[in-house]
């Protein structure tokens, strides 16, 4: 799993209710007192997890060791001091090695293309834990946050039932994004990206994204802009991230002085004219100058349910790729 972009909109549906009866299992396990909880428990007995992060992280790290642990399997976390992760030994030569001893690579990578060389020389699954590029994982959260908070609407065998939905995606043109808008376009959501002159989607990426509605009855519609109005009108979703990736530190204030005037708050909302129930979304880490404390911590933020749903992403992602052998059941 490297992108959403490898899967179906079918499976990608699946992954996502999967995430959601799963949370929804364990939990009623837990409040039955069930220790460990039954469901999930033993799905990855004997089996160890790799977690190999040359970045810092938080919430994928402690929700990918939380969900092998609830499966009763081993993670085993590798940081960039621990192994030769493209240092000091190829990519493919770790990659041969730690797959014959492991049953799953999980990797945070820089370049894409080092997520892809491990996957290319792997012998057991690989799944990105957040590229240069991509972040699948937190898409399958996200998606899972936003049907849990639009439940009026009926899924299929493909799809979350969420179309017609508008995502507003304010500030930097990044991997979080470009996964969300491939997420989006294959769920039928349309959405609206507003970035600053010079930071905006790269032509072969919006080639990538537009290119997850091949076949797709009826895909959402991704429009571009550089006036953060224009993407809020009537959006439901208000999400952004961080305006410095990490590995663009030497590029900050540059990129503070790029984004000045995208910073999301209630008064910009307003503004643009976004739907009058909005939500606001953000994978973390977050700082305030891309959204204010009003609108992170107010009514209409979904950012900590949207935050542990990346254990319950974690868990899917694992039983589809590990237990499932890459079969989304
Ligand atoms: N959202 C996310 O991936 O956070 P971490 O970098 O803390 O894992
Ligand atoms: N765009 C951010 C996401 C962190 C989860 C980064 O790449 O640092």
Redesign the pocket.
Known sequence: LLSISDLSPAEFTKLVLNASSHKAAVKAAFAAGEQPPKPLHGSLTGKTVAMMFSKRSTRTRVSTEAAVQLMNGHPMFLGKDDIQLGVNESLRDTSVVISSMTSCMVARVGAHKEVVDLAAHSSVPVINA?SNDF?PL?TIADFQTIHEHFPSRTPSDSSLGLEGLKVAWVGDS???LFDLAIGCIKMGVDIAVASPPGYGIPDAMRQLILAAGEGVAKPGRLTETQVPEEAIKDADILVT??WV??GQEQETQKRLKAFAGYQITNELAKRGGAKPDWKFMH?L?RHPEEVDDEVFYGPRSLVFPEAENRLWAAVAALEAFVVNKGKIL
């Open positions: 957040l972040h937190q990044n991997n979080v991230d961080t990736s990490m994978c880490p």
